[in-house]
């Protein structure tokens, strides 16, 4: 794949830093769910300034840096900020982590998420672990690689866990739902007509992340499961103007129950 010689001196680097470490999984957190990095033992801290492979991320919400270690007693990368084509990046450089989880080891890839609500029966404050995506954005990570990669998308994402989860949602007040993710570009909102279109379409859901990194995922090998936190109702279902502080209050306000859904999902996903 492109990119080889950063890549490799990217994994060469981290290596030299965390020894024989093998991560059992990797995770990519969402605008705001940084809060999860507090439950980590951190082997240790990289910023990604200091990856050759990396673009630099100036998203708000997002920390930017690689914590190794472990999380709930498993081995983790835990990448604390994203990447995405909105930031005048091609959809293949917005899977970066993906790429370098793949080549570190991982076999299993948790994506985070905060999404805005298309279904009506989803809330602000609610859950959402993703069964399929709807892709029409003319874009796709695995545009241009040589020679071409045609990969089987019908079963992408890992949910049979989804009735456990569920449980464990109730029982720390939040509600689970199990849906279709939409993908957007942004870094616009949608209107409401391309909601209503998306609603249509069986989209519950839609984000501006998360599946052009399931896609490359799924071209590697790896195992997939995205867990999304709706932080706001979708265009077109509100009278008040969408914002992206608006996502960060939401995401603050789920921290907790986050990371308990996330230590269960890493008891289910990954099996001893």
Do not use: W
């Not at 989209?203 to 896609?215: D, G, K, L, Q, Y």
């Not at 502080?245 to 008891?267: D, M, N, P, R, Y």
């Amino acid at each position: 794949m492109r990119g080889g010689n950063e890549m490799q001196q990217t994994v060469e680097m981290i290596r030299q830093r965390c020894d024989s470490f093998v991560p059992d999984l990797a995770i990519i957190l969402g605008s705001g769910l940084g809060h999860l990095r507090e439950h980590i033992q951190e082997l240790i801290n990289i910023s990604y300034v200091d990856l050759p492979l990396f673009p630099q991320s100036k998203v708000i919400g997002h920390q930017s840096e690689l914590l190794v270690g472990e999380l709930f007693g498993r081995k983790v990368l835990l990448f604390c900020g994203r990447f995405h084509v909105y930031q005048g990046i091609s959809s293949f450089d917005s899977t970066v982590p993906i790429r370098l989880a793949a080549a570190l080891g991982c076999q299993s890839i948790l994506l985070t998420c905060a999404v805005g609500g298309i279904s009506e029966s989803i809330k602000p404050g609610d859950f959402m672990l993703v069964r399929d995506h709807l892709n029409f954005s003319g874009l796709n990570p695995l545009q241009g690689i040589e020679p071409p990669v045609f990969i089987d998308l019908q079963n992408c994402y890992t949910y049979d866990f989804f009735e456990l989860l569920k449980v464990e949602a109730a029982r720390v007040g939040r509600t689970l739902h199990s849906g279709v993710l939409a993908y957007m570009t942004g870094p616009s909102y949608e209107t409401p007509a391309e909601i209503f279109a998306l609603r249509t379409l069986g989209a519950s859901a839609v984000s501006m992340s998360t599946v052009p990194e399931a896609i490359m995922a799924r071209a590697l090998g790896l195992q997939v499961a995205a867990l999304a936190l709706v932080t706001n109702f979708a265009g077109g279902n509100l009278k008040e103007k969408l914002s992206h502080q608006e996502v960060l209050a939401c995401s603050a306000s789920a921290a907790e129950s986050l990371s308990h859904l996330v230590k269960t999902i890493l008891a289910e996903f990954i099996q001893d």
